[in-house]
C-alpha cells in the first residue's frame, strides 16, 4: 500500500482514539472486553497490543500503511497477529518454530508502572518504566521485535476506509486456517546441532486457524469504532474464495491453491443514516501475506 505521512498520522491517532476511549468508559470497557491496550511505535512501524476478557493471548494490530482513497479521507491496512498462551489450543496448531519462540526468552516480557504517562502503558523499557510483577504479559519482548520473522504468529488483516461525514467501512481478509505441509522429512536442529524436532514428510507442521483468531478481534473493532463514532447502521458482506496451503521442505514454503482452505473476507459498512452512501472498495485492493513460515 502506497504511504501517505499526513494520513498515516490521522490513522494513528483515530486508532488510538477509538481504543483508548473505549478502555477509559467502564461500560464501553465492558461491552467490547477490553482489558489493556499498548501503542508501540518501532522503527517506522507503528502496532497496538491487545488484551481482551475471555483470550488468554495478546492480538497485534500493526499498521502497514495508510493512503487517499476515492471517496474516503483514508484508507489503512493492518495487519493481524495472535501469539496465544500455551494453555491455548491454538498454540498447538502453531508450528513448531512458533513453539519454541512463543516459550522463549523472546516473550519474557514484564510489566511495569511508568515515570512518563505515554500510550505504550508501560511496555517499552526505554521511556523510563520500572518492573513491578514477574508475570508475563504474553507479548514480545521489544528487543527481539525485529529478530521474530514477519509471518510468525500472522493471523489475517484488517483496512479501514474513513469518511469523517459518510461512514467507514471495515474488512477483514484471512484464511480457515494457515497450513504448512512437510514434503519431506526434516530434522530441525538447535545452534549447538542438537535435535529440536522431527518432521515427517506429509506432517502438518502448522494448521493456525487464522480466520477464527482474526474474527474476535474485527468484531470488537467494529463495535468500538461504531460506539464511538454513533454509528447506527451495519450492512455487513461476505466472500469466499479458494484459499492456499503451503508446502515445506523445512528450508523454504511455497504456496499451492487448496480446496481444503477457505479464504473468506468480511466487511461491515458502517453508518449513522441509512440515506448516507459509501464508496465501494475494490475487492481485490488488498492481499494477504504470504511470508508464513
Not at 40 to 52: A, N
Not at 120 to 135: A, E, T, V, Y
Not at 164 to 180: H, N
Not at 182 to 194: H, I, N, P, W
Request: aromatic share 10%.
Amino acid at each position: 500500500m502506497e504511504v501517505g505521512e499526513d494520513k498515516i498520522v490521522e490513522t494513528i491517532g483515530l486508532v488510538n482514539h477509538v481504543w483508548l476511549a473505549t478502555l477509559a468508559d467502564e461500560q464501553a470497557k465492558k461491552q467490547i472486553g477490553l482489558n489493556h491496550v499498548s501503542h508501540m511505535w518501532d522503527q517506522d512501524r507503528p502496532y497496538w497490543y491487545l488484551w481482551f476478557d475471555g483470550c488468554p493471548g495478546v492480538y497485534k494490530m500493526e499498521l502497514q500503511g495508510s493512503k487517499s482513497a476515492k471517496g474516503y479521507d483514508w484508507l489503512a491496512a493492518f495487519s493481524l497477529k495472535y501469539y496465544p498462551a500455551e494453555t491455548e489450543s491454538s498454540f498447538d496448531n502453531l508450528s513448531t518454530l512458533e513453539k519454541l519462540c512463543r516459550t522463549s526468552d523472546m516473550f519474557h516480557s514484564l510489566p511495569s508502572y511508568g515515570v512518563c504517562d505515554c500510550p505504550c502503558q508501560g511496555l517499552h523499557p526505554g521511556h523510563g518504566h520500572k518492573i513491578h510483577s514477574s508475570k508475563n504479559t504474553g507479548a514480545p519482548d521489544i528487543a527481539f521485535h525485529d529478530v521474530i520473522p514477519a509471518g510468525f504468529f500472522y493471523t489475517g488483516d484488517v483496512q479501514i476506509a474513513f469518511n469523517e461525514r459518510s461512514g467507514s467501512v471495515i474488512r477483514l481478509e484471512s484464511q480457515t486456517s494457515w497450513k504448512t505441509i512437510m514434503q519431506s522429512d526434516f530434522t530441525l536442529r538447535d545452534d549447538a546441532g542438537g535435535t529440536l524436532a522431527e518432521l515427517k514428510k506429509g506432517q502438518a507442521d502448522k494448521d493456525y486457524p487464522g480466520f477464527t483468531i482474526s474474527q474476535l478481534l474485527y468484531r470488537r473493532l467494529v463495535a468500538s469504532w461504531s460506539r464511538i463514532h454513533q454509528y447506527t447502521v451495519e450492512s455487513k458482506s461476505v466472500r469466499e474464495l479458494e484459499g492456499t496451503v503451503f508446502l515445506s521442505d523445512g528450508y523454504t514454503a511455497a504456496p499451492m491453491p487448496s480446496a481444503d482452505v477457505k479464504r473468506t473476507i468480511i466487511q461491515s459498512e458502517l453508518r449513522r443514516n441509512p440515506s448516507d452512501r459509501l464508496d465501494p472498495l475494490p475487492w481485490d485492493d488488498h492481499h494477504l501475506m504470504e511470508k508464513i513460515v
